[in-house]
């Protein structure tokens, strides 16, 4: 099911939702939201798109992003908000509802979900960028990210060991852009094949298996580790405020701490704009105080 898509005899759902979202080059951005990202004071799918708003040159890239709801009222909100939207419909056993924290069975049953779907994106002859909806998008990555056409995958870390082309960097699958070709759809089956014999591991940690195992190089993938002075996150902050593209919410365990301290980021986002124009305010930034409490319970 997809809302604000034009479905045809030509054209199943999902093609229609990606042609209406699509630049010109077949490269949209996708993100995936369930019911705990929907509802609350201030759920996490609106600070996610206050982000577009106060971001520099990232408003037009709302127009690209293919916002996919797991349960039926992720895709009310969604259409409610008049955004792209597209309906996913859920393995057998698998409840979409609710918060998936870290590490929990339903956390990670999700995570392999989404993997088949977006595995299914890039057969389809699209290229993306995934977006996990806790990543702040403070600028337009574009520009950060080489439109190389033999770069088949760039890839946030956690922390980054100062070689962009390192297979030692620790990856995050939360921030990604990957093109759509033979190398990449390959490594997406090869990744969702490794499901059955990934107990207790999350897909992350199997493609950082695979990377390890030598996968990425039998595939003869190129790809590109995302420095985190430009795609920052919790676990390894930025060091310039002015480079800065996006700020990911992870080493954080549950959506309520992510909240908090995605909160904190924005405001500091904001002063930061404000100093531009007015040296006497400060830009120091907010420590993560809520997302380190959160690996105490």
């Known amino acids: ?8 005899d030509n054209k199943d759902a999902l093609e229609a939702a990606l042609s209406e979202v699509s630049m010109g080059n077949k490269t949209v951005i996708i993100a995936i939201v369930n019911k705990a990202y929907v509802e609350g004071d201030k759920p996490m799918l609106d600070l996610f798109l206050d982000s577009f708003w106060l971001g520099e040159d990232t408003r037009k890239l709302v127009d690209h992003l293919l916002l996919v709801a797991v349960d039926e009222t992720s895709f009310e909100r969604c259409k409610f908000l008049r955004l792209y939207c597209y309906r996913l419909q859920m393995d057998d056993g698998v409840d979409a509802n609710g918060e998936k924290v870290y590490m929990s069975d339903s ?3 999700m995570m392999w979900r989404r993997t088949l779907f977006l595995g299914e994106v890039l057969k389809r002859d699209y290229s993306f960028i995934f977006t996990d909806t806790d990543v702040m998008w403070l600028r337009n990555p574009f520009p950060m990210l ?13 922390n980054f060991n100062g070689d962009e082309w390192s297979g ?3 990856i995050n699958t939360g921030f990604y852009f990957i093109r759509s070709n033979n190398k ?3 490594l997406f089956d090869a990744w969702y094949a490794m499901k059955s014999n990934a107990v207790g591991l999350k897909e992350q940690d199997v493609l950082l298996n695979m990377m390890h ?5 039998e595939l003869g993938l190129t ?5 985190t002075n430009y795609f920052s996150g919790f676990c390894e902050d930025s060091e310039d405020f002015k480079a800065v593209r996006t700020v990911h919410a992870n080493c954080c365990r549950t959506i309520d701490a992510k909240l908090t301290d995605l909160m904190a980021v924005i ?17 120091a930034r907010s420590s993560h105080v809520a997302c380190s409490d959160s690996w105490k319970s």
């Open 1 to 8: 099911m997809c809302y604000k898509c034009n479905v045809t």
């Open 267 to 283: 405001h500091d986002w904001e002063r930061f704009k404000r100093a531009s124009t007015n040296e006497s305010i400060s830009t």
């Open 107 to 109: 956390f990670i049953k």
């Open 184 to 186: 990449t759809i390959s």
């Open 213 to 217: 195992e030598g996968v990425f190089k």
């Open 168 to 170: 030692d960097n620790p």
């Open 146 to 158: 080489s439109q190389n056409e033999r770069i088949d995958l760039q890839i946030s870390t956690d």
């Open 223 to 227: 790809v590109r580790f995302l420095d």
